[in-house]
């Protein structure tokens, strides 16, 4: 092993953390992956045919279906309101069967969680388009978890872009957008630490162990929208936070160019 390596396990050792756990952590984790590695990421254009545009996205056992519809109509708040523009909503479900225990289907008022993800996927996508270049009507993007495996928040922003992006374009080869809304990509990604080492898109094995669980959501050109952060056990400091942060990035990067694939 190396210097710096060598330093690392002394560190660990020294803390009292089990030697043969974190040299696995550090080389592969629970499900092979190496700390710094996306779980394998695919988007499936059109999956479903009714809306003006629909992806699934996978990331490792997560499954979303992100579908974008369009209403040429403005909410009434905003005709009330003499708003000018356009709008854009999301929409967040999971469906019982998506977890091992099956969860309860959502009817009448959805619950706070629910009602949490769905604005954080509505701020990130409206931080990224010209609401003015929508014209008066509204498009709402559905995103539906078919199969959780943590994650689901970060892999419907992503997908969900994908969703827009398709259909914005099909506006514009109708001729019913002049001008491209979208100003540029946005992606999402979980980071945290888990068994003391700073690690990228956790799973839920490692988010329901991780000692720090955090979500990012960041534009194309590296701009944050959103962080959310949360230590479970033991507060982290300033040097984990900056290299959570350095690995959301560079798996945002990636997630760019599959989005872009």
Known sequence: MGGLMSKKLFNKINTGINLEEFINVEEKRY???????????????????????????????????CAASVDESIPPWMRAQNVAGGWLTCEYGMLPSATSDRCRRETGRIGGRTMEIQRLIGRALRAVVDLQKLGKRQITIDCDVIQADGGTRTAS?????????????????????????????????????????????????????????????????????EVQGTAEEEPFTKEQMSQMMDLAEKGINELFEAQKA
């Open 157 to 225: 922003i992503t997908g969900a872009y994908v969703a827009l992006r398709l259909a914005v374009d099909r506006l514009m080869e109708e001729g019913l957008l002049k001008e491209d809304p979208i100003k540029e990509a946005i992606a999402a990604i979980s980071v945290g630490i888990y068994k003391g080492v700073p690690v990228l898109d956790l799973n839920y094995f490692e988010d329901s162990k991780a000692e720090v669980d955090m979500n990012v959501v960041m534009t194309a050109s590296g701009r944050l929208v």
């Open 31 to 65: 499900d092979g992956r190496t700390p710094d590695e996306l779980r394998t990421v695919k988007f499936t254009r059109d999956f479903t045919i009714n809306a003006k545009a629909s992806v699934l996205v996978e990331m490792g056992n997560t499954k979303v279906i």
